[in-house]
């Protein structure tokens, strides 16, 4: 079975600090991608990165970083100098790979930045 | 280009009522999921289409639950006999369908049923 975790439901910080989402995946699948969408107020689901079980090595797109762990299962999601237009529900999802197959979505941590 | 438009963009019905919603992809998308997401939780997979056949609607919660893609384009959720437990959001999310790309999400319809 496939399951996500997003042990954090709500985290709140002030504005340019950095803030770290936890993710923990469990799959019986060898293959695997891994996702982060992001859902701000408006409600639209927005992808930020997909990530394929190959490869390992941790990802930076301006101030948004990710770190793929397959040893602990984890794939966590950073965000530095955090900004108010960062405030938002953040999701971490996992399909399988090498066919349209649905995602399994975590429950989302919600995210406040304080101005 | 254009991205995944859903409508009505809100829907507010009756108890047993028979409601549909609309769901248009990215042109040239031939994959189109529905997902359903209820207050404080991620989107939980219902169908899933290639082309215009259901590839998987092991999601779909009960037989009131139908989805339609006859042209392999827009595709219809329809629920019969609505019940206070569908009120949620509905998703719609379409792919290139080539089993190596990203879901696309619309900006969902959100049902009321009273």
């Known amino acids: 079975a496939q399951k996500v975790t997003q042990a954090q439901t709500e985290i709140s910080v002030v504005e340019k600090e950095d803030v770290t989402l936890d993710c923990v995946y469990e799959?019986?699948?060898?293959?695997?991608?891994l996702f982060w969408y992001k859902q701000p107020p408006s409600g639209e689901l927005v992808f930020l990165i997909r990530?394929?079980?190959?490869?390992?090595q941790n990802e930076i797109s301006g101030r948004y970083s990710w770190n793929f762990q397959k040893s602990t299962s984890s794939f966590n999601f950073t965000i530095t100098a955090s900004q108010v237009v960062d405030s938002a529900v953040y999701f971490c999802?996992?399909?399988?790979?090498?066919?349209?197959?649905?995602?399994?979505f975590g429950k989302g941590t919600r995210l406040h930045i304080l101005p | 280009g254009a991205g995944v438009s859903q409508t009505p963009s809100n829907k507010v019905t009756e108890k047993g009522k028979y409601v549909e919603l609309r769901c248009d992809p990215i042109?040239?998308?031939?994959?189109l999921y529905w997902y359903r997401q209820s207050l404080g939780q991620g989107p939980e997979f219902l169908i899933y289409?290639?082309?215009?056949?259901?590839?998987?609607d092991s999601g779909l919660p009960n037989d009131r639950f139908f989805a339609v893609r006859p042209e392999g384009s827009v595709s219809t959720l329809k629920i019969q006999r609505t019940e206070r437990g569908d009120s949620a959001v509905y998703l719609c999310?379409?792919?290139?369908?080539?089993?190596?790309?990203?879901?696309?999400f619309g900006p969902g319809t959100r049902l009321t049923v009273l």
């Open positions: 799959t019986r699948d060898t293959t695997y991608y």
């Open positions: 999310a379409s792919s290139l369908g080539q089993g190596l790309d990203t879901q696309y």
């Open positions: 990530r394929n079980s190959f490869d390992e």
């Open positions: 289409f290639q082309g215009t056949g259901a590839a998987d």
């Open positions: 999802a996992l399909s399988r790979m090498n066919r349209d197959d649905k995602i399994i």
């Open positions: 042109s040239g998308h031939t994959a």
